[in-house]
């Protein structure tokens, strides 16, 4: 999965496109009170080797206060049928909330989402310590959307469409990000979703900076109408595809309980100064998004021991008791975890890997991602806390560009009721 980085930003133009709701957006209400709608992203095309990587805003969403219960989507072709990993690869989703001017008018913006006074657009951060316009999605997966649940037991939810906290002459809404790469017919599959620089032929970001030495491969090489190179002699058509995603929500009420969502990059340094006029110290976090796993040694090999540990510490400024979390890898992956001060668990998520040929358990690829459910009230991280984060990969070869994210989803309080309706998960 991809995330919002400075470094990999594109500069291309993309229209301000709400969503093609799929069957009007097909919507019914399950259980007591929960409702579910689902709804096509606006139609995208690729061709063999071919990448895409655009922002949508105004997405069709659930309107009013509502506590969000779960998102789900997947790439579909233009007849609905699911489109496998092998031949379409979802690097990664992630849906985005921020408000904007009502009647606003403009119809073209450059790059990725960030908060423009001129176009009226206020990007809404989750609750992550990333500095930059980085991993503020709320929701967000990439190959593994498939088999992975994103449902929030109750009486838990998170709150959108707040009138209260909506600025008088503004709008809430949602823009889609969607990255994903064409490798029909392509010389290398792992290599083109891993973006090796080589394959795509790329010496230069997408501002047209020379890309460092020793930058193999990543975000850099494969971004917005980037190709891969294709085998000899290969013809396929140009598809027309699209995301579907179905929402499930709740309308808000006091017995819900809201959570904040946290995201972690395992790639995160600290670096603190201190400020000129208050003399006070600050704290930076640093975050990377991708990094380079190398190969094991001959003997590593041998001994059946080829596994890269990646990890970094940080204090939770304010803590809570999580009820969901998820982690994030790409192919190689083995495990993320979350762990507190003193060392316990407070998360830990592993990937599920496709056997077959099938969309959703395509051979070799990540297809779904073991979630966590504590016990509420029995998981807590401390304000002040120095959680730690880790990701392990298989090194047995060198991966490129892979990342290890997290996500928890926390509370600050427990419930002091019992809520009617059942819990999703």
Wanted: glycine content about 10%; overall charge positive; hydrophobic content about 30%.
């Amino acid at each position: 999965m991809q995330v919002l980085s400075g470094a990999w930003i594109s500069a291309v133009l993309f229209l301000l496109l709400g969503t093609v709701p799929l069957s009007g957006a097909s919507r019914k209400s399950i259980g007591h009170h929960v409702k579910e709608a689902t709804y096509l992203s606006p139609k995208f095309e690729l061709k063999p080797g071919s990448v895409l990587n655009r922002y949508y805003y105004g997405i069709d969403f659930p309107k009013g206060h509502i506590a969000v219960k779960s998102f789900n989507g997947e790439v579909v072709d233009e007849h609905g049928n699911s489109v496998p990993l092998h031949e379409t690869y979802l690097h990664h989703w992630q849906v985005i909330r921020y408000h904007q001017r009502k009647g606003n008018r403009n119809t073209l913006k450059e790059g990725p989402p960030r908060e423009e006074e001129p176009l009226g657009h206020y990007i809404l951060r989750n609750s992550g310590m990333c500095q930059d316009d980085s991993l503020i999605q709320y929701f967000a997966v990439g190959s593994e959307t498939r088999k992975t649940k994103t449902d929030i037991p109750d009486p838990f939810g998170v709150e959108v469409g707040n009138p209260a906290d909506i600025p008088k002459g503004h709008e809430e809404k949602w823009m889609l990000n969607v990255h994903a790469i064409d490798t029909r017919g392509v010389v290398n599959k792992l290599g083109c979703i891993e973006c090796w620089c080589d394959l795509y032929n790329v010496t230069k970001d997408a501002t047209g900076k020379p890309i460092e030495p020793g930058y193999k491969g990543g975000l850099l090489c494969c971004d917005d109408k980037s190709q891969c190179r294709m085998r000899e002699g290969f013809v396929g058509r140009k598809r027309r595809l699209h995301v579907r995603y179905t929402v499930k929500w709740v309308d808000w009420s006091d017995l819900i309980v809201p959570l904040k969502i946290y995201s972690f990059d395992v790639t995160d340094t600290l670096q603190t100064s201190r400020s000129k006029s208050s003399k006070a110290l600050a704290t930076t976090h640093n975050c990377k998004f991708e990094y380079q796993v190398e190969s094991c040694s001959k003997k590593q090999r041998e001994r059946n021991a080829c596994v890269h540990v990646k990890r970094t510490s940080f204090p939770m400024p304010k803590g809570g008791n999580i009820i969901y979390g998820l982690g994030h890898l790409h192919a190689g992956g083995i495990d993320s975890t979350v762990y507190g001060e003193d060392g316990r668990v407070l998360c830990s998520s592993k990937p599920i890997y496709g056997k077959g040929m099938g969309a959703g358990n395509e051979k070799g690829y990540i297809v779904g991602i073991k979630t966590c459910y504590p016990k509420p009230g029995s998981v807590k991280i401390m304000d002040g806390e120095t959680i730690t984060v880790e990701s392990r990969y298989n090194n047995t070869r060198e991966h490129l560009g892979v990342m290890g994210l997290f996500f928890v989803f926390v509370a600050e309080r427990l419930p002091h009721h019992h809520f009617t309706h059942s819990s999703l998960p």
